[in-house]
């Protein structure tokens, strides 16, 4: 039988990152926007005053703008599930699939029912009802977000679930474990604040526009005061949560650390990068150089981070490739090499279970299975190196994560305390504005450490995308990536340029000056 | 009956009934591919774009959520189907990609590609999404061309358990005439029910008379697509299995033998065409309260023929490359466990129904008005 072509794996990867960061580029700013819409119109019913409805309104408008293409790319990536990683559908789809159906049923009618009520309900529904709607709109968001990230987090640290060989793929045994897995948790809470920061990023940098034109400026003052108290609020949980993920991350995808690290030989008292640059064309896999050309550290504080012990070990990426450390269990890490013989020894006995004609051949073979199943996923890779992503890719996006995560804190709490003084302060408005274009760097970044610092894995230890993928031709995904990446490029401009237009209009308030 | 037949048999009417709310729904793609047809001035066209404009999401979140249900129950149908016939879903991806911005974008300001294009993207989608959904659903009773082959997980250098095996991916379905005709039908229901719901929610007696008119022309040509599609059906030979072993062979007449051998469904889906006609006959006498006749008798029509491609023993995705391949809903569910708690989750559906009856009733309370339409964009 013809092996996978391996450009196959690459142009299918190739596919769903694009589809997914497109598709990124959009719904925090639903999530986050929409919060701060639904607080406007909130305060419309509370003091009746019409400058809040027309103020909701406005921001309301570029909303619907926005969640549109974050309708458009979205449905792309469930689908893609299927047509382009057809085996992971099979191999999972009885964990995976549930909470796709269960965010269609709770998340997405909520949201496109009251979505509607929302724009088309001004005249026809009571000012609470349509508050209500508002606000359903948001949570059906909200809720979508958390099944979704449900599933991703589950593919981070599979969890509640038994391989079954009769049935050739993994069973669901525990929901709650599965829906309410800690790193679910950690994850929903870390991408939906970083949602919320980026739409107040986005309100305070369009208000802040009026500003320096001198439009609109009593708007513009109301805006930066609600986005930059509920921006800062959610920057503060961005920053905590994302401390939890970090000690996730080192529970239980070490070789993602170490490649965000940048860490190559590890140890105890192990220090944090927070900045550096790394020595071009470095092989991560094998060898001794030295692998940074610069690079500052703060003493102990990865040590701390992985394992809540200034002298705590963490392992590099040679230890990780190497094994022989101690685990946190007590137990001694096995190396590569050996997982990925007992990996072949799992999917041996697995052949054998299906291929054998008495009882006891399959309890023979089964017990072989089960003993060694938890290196599965690794009897496909070909190579220790298959087990380390892309370091530079990891360590750059990181850095600009959590750099930009500390600015977006000073920025609010900056806005907070300038108040209405900040009319005076053209630099600042300027800064602000060109902030916008940050908050999306920052959240891309987030995503690209997430994923791509999990590679080759699509469940981690469970199944590498090598054995993931559907059986397509080459061309066939070169051809709708081509498709994909010029459609949404287009949509995307002509977003941006309703966008713009929109802005440029401005809200129908009625105080045009300070 | 145990446990996980029944499930099995549960989830596979969720799965239809889904299907076939998605097919009365797409009554938003029937009046897309009518707005140059009965719009003839600008002020209708929005008139019409405000009135589909304000349910193409609950349509569009039905075929995800269809997706989605249809991955959790019967994931090796999705694994299956949509990584084989790649090519047809990804076309019916990109008719709803481009429906997805067009209502918002069509009247912006600096919208880069000018209204005309957007209306033509609703076209597309108006006319593309029912007839390749339609399409590629004829295939339920006609069969595909795909392999399925669990054991290969166990070959690390070929481990993927599923592929096509003729070039096409899924485009062959096109040629197959029951298939196509199966895609008419639902293309020319769907403008069937346009016309019927223009004609209860529009305050314009000329737009209402564009509809009526049309209105004879779509039902005209619905019935003898459907119709020669439903002889041709009860009278084909289908893709039955043992219960036991599972073994798949073909049986003449196999679908005519469902309806005989569950007259529940045969009564659904008598009901639901005298239904659809009631629906047309109120239609062309200008009834307002018409499309709520036509609507659900379109869903019990389809609900009824989904569950006769699955239920009493019938494998719902056949394979014409190799028999035994063929998807039936005992060999493609999900696990016990899984459908266990789908179906606890599955008991909140009549509160979501119940939320958009409340919506859809407080947004149509009062016609469309050529004023409400301006003001609207």
Do not use: C, E, R
């Given at each position: 039988m013809e092996p996978i072509d391996s450009s196959l794996v690459d142009w299918s990867r190739a596919q769903f990152a694009l589809t997914a960061m497109y598709h990124w580029l959009f719904v925090p700013l639903t999530l986050g926007l929409g919060v701060v819409m639904a607080i406007m119109e909130t305060l419309y019913v509370r003091t009746g005053r019409e400058f809040w409805k027309r103020t909701a309104q406005f921001w309301m408008k570029l909303f619907g703008i926005n969640f549109a293409m974050g309708v458009a790319t979205g449905i792309i990536l469930e689908f893609e599930f299927g047509t382009n990683w057809?085996?992971?559908?099979w191999f999972v789809g009885d964990i995976f699939g549930a909470p796709l159906a269960i965010e269609g049923i709770l998340a997405f009618f909520m949201e496109s029912t009251f979505i509607a009520v929302m724009y088309f309900?001004?005249?026809?529904v009571s000012k609470r009802a349509h508050l209500a709607s508002t606000w359903l709109t948001i949570i059906g968001a909200t809720i979508s977000a958390w099944w979704i990230l449900v599933a991703n987090a589950w593919m981070q640290h599979p969890v509640g679930m038994e391989f079954n060989p009769d049935t050739v793929r993994n069973e669901m045994v525990d929901f709650a474990a599965v829906a309410f897995s800690p790193v679910a948790?950690?994850?929903f809470c870390h991408t939906v604040s970083s949602s919320w920061v980026l739409g107040a990023v986005f309100v305070v940098g369009v208000s802040c526009w009026y500003l320096l034109c001198g439009r609109h400026c009593e708007f513009a003052l109301s805006s930066i005061r609600v986005a930059a108290w509920f921006g800062l609020f959610a920057a503060l949980i961005t920053a905590h949560t994302g401390h939890q993920s970090g000690r996730d991350i080192a529970l239980y995808q070490p070789m993602k650390l170490a490649a965000a690290e940048g860490l190559y030989e590890g140890g105890t008292e192990q220090g944090l990068v927070l900045g550096g640059i790394l020595r071009p064309g470095a092989d991560w896999t094998a060898g001794s150089d030295d692998r940074f050309l610069l690079k500052v550290e703060l003493p102990y504080a990865l040590s701390y981070l992985a394992t809540h012990d200034l002298q705590g070990y963490v392992p590099g990426i040679r230890n990780l490739l190497e094994g022989g450390y101690k685990l946190?269990?007590?137990?001694v890490a096995l190396s590569a090499e050996e997982m990925m013989k007992r990996g072949r020894v799992a999917i041996d006995a697995l052949a054998k279970y299906r291929a054998a004609s008495t009882p006891e051949e399959k309890a023979a073979a089964l017990a072989v299975l089960r003993a060694n199943f938890p290196w599965f996923g690794y009897g496909y890779l070909k190579s220790p190196g298959e087990l380390v992503p892309s370091v530079p890719l990891t360590f750059y996006s990181f850095r600009i994560m959590v750099m930009l995560g500390g600015y977006f804190i000073v920025l609010f709490a900056g806005l907070l305390l300038l108040g209405q003084r900040v009319t005076r302060w053209k630099l600042v408005q300027l800064a602000v504005v060109l902030t916008i274009p940050l908050a999306w760097l920052a959240s891309q970044a987030g995503w690209v450490v997430a994923e791509v610092g999990r590679q080759p894995w699509a469940i981690q230890g469970l199944l590498p995308n090598v054995a993931a993928i559907s059986r397509l031709?080459?061309?066939?995904?070169?051809?709708?990536?081509?498709?994909?990446?010029?459609l949404f490029t287009l949509l995307l401009v002509a977003e941006l340029g309703i966008m713009g237009k929109a802005i440029a209009a401005g809200p129908e308030t009625d105080s045009t000056s300070a | 009956m145990n446990d996980l037949t029944f499930l099995q048999q549960y989830w596979w009417f969720l799965v239809s009934l889904l299907g076939a709310l998605l097919v009365f729904l797409m009554f938003v793609q029937g009046g897309q591919s009518l707005i140059w047809t009965l719009g003839r001035t600008e002020e209708q066209r929005r008139m019409l774009l405000l009135a589909t404009g304000r349910k193409w999401e609950l349509t569009f979140t039905t075929l995800v959520t269809f997706g989605g249900a249809f991955f959790a129950s019967f994931p090796l149908f999705y694994s299956t189907s949509f990584g084989g016939a790649y090519?047809?879903?990804v076309i019916i991806l990109l008719c709803f990609v481009i429906q997805a911005v067009s209502y918002e974008f069509q009247l912006r300001r600096g919208n880069v590609l000018g209204t005309t294009t957007y209306r033509l993207f609703l076209l597309l989608n108006g006319i593309l999404g029912p007839l390749l959904i339609g399409t590629a659903v004829g295939t339920f009773f006609t069969g595909a061309e795909f392999?399925?082959?669990?054991?290969?997980?166990a070959s690390p250098a070929m481990p993927v358990i599923s592929y096509w095996v003729g070039p096409w991916h899924g485009l062959e379905a096109a040629l197959v005439p029951q298939n196509l005709m199966l895609g008419m039908s639902v293309l020319l229901l769907t403008r069937v029910l346009a016309c019927l719901y223009f004609l209860g929610c529009m305050d314009d007696e000329t737009l209402r008379e564009n509809c009526r008119r049309r209105l004879r022309i779509e039902s005209g040509f619905f019935?003898?697509?459907?119709l020669t599609w439903l002889v041709r059906w009860l009278l084909s030979a289908g893709f039955a299995y043992e219960p036991g072993s599972g073994f798949v062979y073909m049986e003449t007449y196999k679908y005519l033998h469902n309806l005989l051998a569950m007259p529940g469904v045969a009564a659904l889906l008598l009901i639901g065409v005298l239904l659809v006609l009631g629906g047309m006959a109120g239609g062309f006498y200008g009834r307002r309260r018409a499309f709520w006749l036509a609507g659900p008798g379109s869903v019990l029509v389809v609900l009824a023929l989904l569950l006769c491609a699955g239920w009493n023993n019938t494998a719902y995705y056949p394979s014409v490359a190799s028999l035994q391949s063929s998807l039936t809903i005992a060999n493609s569910s999900s696990s016990l466990f899984t459908l266990k708690t789908m179906t606890i989750v599955s008991f909140i559906i009549p509160a979501v129904l119940a939320y958009i009856a409340w919506a859809w009733r407080a947004l149509d309370r009062d016609p469309i008005t050529a004023e409400e339409a301006e003001s609207e964009h």
């Open positions: 057809s085996n992971y559908s309900g001004w005249n026809k948790v950690v994850k946190p269990d007590g137990s031709d080459v061309s066939s995904v070169q051809t709708t990536f081509y498709i994909f990446l010029a | 090519w047809v879903w392999v399925v082959n669990k054991a290969a997980v019935l003898l697509f459907f």
